[in-house]
């Protein structure tokens, strides 16, 4: 009966200590503070290139996907 609680207790442990790196971990993701301005001045965004005109359109095989 001892050994069946000594692995449950174990393995409660071992199952507590991932959760809290896991969340620790992730909890260190990003950066606090506003957003930074884009690098780029608003009207050149969302153009595309010369070279991008060239070239056609070319069907991708996870394109029905999205």
């Given at each position: ?25 992730l ?31 070319t069907?991708?095989l ?5």
């Amino acid at each position: 009966m001892d050994r069946v609680m000594v692995n449950s207790l174990k393995r409660t442990t071992l199952t507590l200590s991932l959760v809290l790196a896991a969340s620790l971990a992730l909890s260190a993701c990003g950066r606090k503070g506003d957003l930074d301005p884009p690098s780029t001045p608003v009207d050149q965004q969302n153009k595309r290139g010369v070279e991008a005109e060239k070239t056609p359109d070319t069907p991708f095989l996870l394109d029905p996907l999205l």
